[in-house]
């Protein structure tokens, strides 16, 4: 699990029912109004480049996380990004380890929004999905048994399956902890905004057919 500890106080998401606490560099996290809000600084994110690099110990970006309750679910919103530089970002988060962690990404992957995932198991992958026409999109992550799934969708209503993965031990997938992230990768810091959150205690019941 992740051993740094909680950083600056951390808003309380009704929408959520577990307790999330704030993680790496300030992220001016806010809430109100059914609007969680955050800001990534200036060069700011987490990957481990697969050619061999380790995280650098400056390498992080801030993070918004709890344990979600036993069991199957699906945490969900609709994420607005204020993009400035490529790969800036608005982030849903899965974390078991400090080297096992995955993240489902609205990013401007350069220049046109699109979805993105990376899964870090030591080091990270990166791989595009689909492009997005404008600045706000809905995105899920999901716990399906001792895995996780990622989905996107354009209107709330009908999600594109984006991918599947494990991390960890089945232990770990159980401890989990979930949340929100931001990122400005190589730009000057980034905005974001997560609404429309939803929390369900099950899993999609096909992870293919749009639901």
């Not at 808003?11 to 300030?26: A, D, H, N, T, W």
């Not at 199957?72 to 530089?85: I, M």
């Not at 995932?117 to 999905?129: F, K, L, Y």
Request: hydrophobic share 35%; aromatic share 10%; charged share 20%.
């Amino acid at each position: 699990m992740d051993r740094t500890p909680p950083t600056s106080a951390a808003p309380q998401i009704p929408e959520l029912p577990f307790v999330v606490r704030s993680y790496g560099p300030e992220g001016h996290w806010t809430y109100a109004d059914g609007v969680l809000g955050a800001r990534a600084g200036a060069r700011q994110d987490r990957f481990v480049p697969p050619g061999g690099h380790a995280l650098a110990p400056s390498s992080d970006a801030p993070r918004l996380l709890g344990t979600a309750p036993e069991g199957d679910f699906q945490l969900s919103a609709r994420v607005t990004v204020g993009f400035a530089g490529d790969f800036d970002a608005g982030v849903l988060y899965v974390h078991v380890g400090e080297r096992e962690w995955a993240k489902l990404c609205f990013e401007r992957s350069p220049g046109v929004p699109t979805i993105c995932s990376v899964v870090t198991r030591g080091h990270s992958d990166d791989a595009n999905s689909f492009t997005v026409d404008g600045d706000s999109v809905w995105l899920r992550v999901s716990r399906t048994g001792d895995a996780f799934a990622y989905h996107a969708s354009t209107d709330g209503e009908r999600w594109t399956f984006v991918r599947t993965f494990a991390l960890g031990s089945p232990g770990d997938t159980a401890r989990a902890l979930v949340g929100f992230m931001v990122q400005s990768p190589v730009g000057d810091g980034c905005p974001a905004e997560f609404r429309d959150l939803a929390f369900h205690r099950h899993a999609p019941a096909d992870l293919r057919d749009g639901s």
